[in-house]
């Protein structure tokens, strides 16, 4: 299978998360979508962060009737950074193919991330438009060694040929959602989903 795998703290998970994914799943041939909901992102604060089993519920609910899969595996896996998880996922699902999904706000700060560079060598990357962010990530420090490796957008399907480093910046209609702003509004949206047990999409584990 062809996954795409989109990581972030899902806090909260919302409509502007799915429509990515469905369009990801268009223009690179996706079968599926994982959603990585990391138990607590190395760049974030953990003051103002949802309990895990919420944010994942949250996420199966957006999720739902769409070939999106939202999941905690780093929790199985014991990893905590991207690299690894990347790295432990290909072990562990050998038969599929993997692509990285970013938004744009992510490539602007992506040599942040511990080890980025063994990221992109690792699997393909395709970073996806975000209102207020693309300057930015074109003008990135990875953007600076990454532009080596773009591929065209009309070649989006064909990634499972391409020899990763591989990037590819695809145009999406802007969507101004954020989960900035829905914690704004609502900052309790995760009392809602207490008393929720919820299974993992992916491992069929409860989520703890």
Do not use: C
Request: glycine share 6%; proline share 7%.
């Amino acid at each position: 299978m062809k996954i795409g795998l989109l990581g972030g703290s899902f806090n909260p998970a919302h409509g502007g998360h799915r429509a990515i994914s469905l369009f990801a799943i268009r223009a690179l041939g996706l079968d599926e979508v994982w959603w990585l909901v990391s138990p607590g992102n190395p760049l974030k604060p953990r003051s103002g962060m949802a309990p895990l089993p919420a944010r994942v519920a949250r996420a199966r609910q957006v999720a739902r009737r769409a070939p999106i899969r939202a999941t905690a595996i780093e929790t199985r896996l014991g990893t905590r950074y991207t690299v690894d998880t990347v790295r432990a996922i290909a072990r562990r699902y050998r038969r599929n193919r993997f692509i990285w999904l970013m938004g744009a706000d992510n490539l602007a700060q992506l040599a942040q991330w511990k080890d980025w560079r063994d990221i992109a060598r690792q699997l393909p990357i395709a970073v996806i438009a975000r209102p207020g962010y693309d300057d930015d990530a074109r003008g990135s420090v990875a953007m600076g060694w990454l532009r080596h490796f773009v591929r065209s957008p009309s070649q989006g399907t064909d990634w499972t040929n391409w020899r990763p480093p591989a990037l590819v910046l695809l145009r999406f209609r802007p969507d101004p959602r954020s989960a900035t702003l829905l914690r704004q509004a609502e900052p309790l949206w995760h009392r809602e989903y207490e008393e929720v047990r919820v299974r993992d999409a992916l491992t069929r584990r409860y989520v703890v």
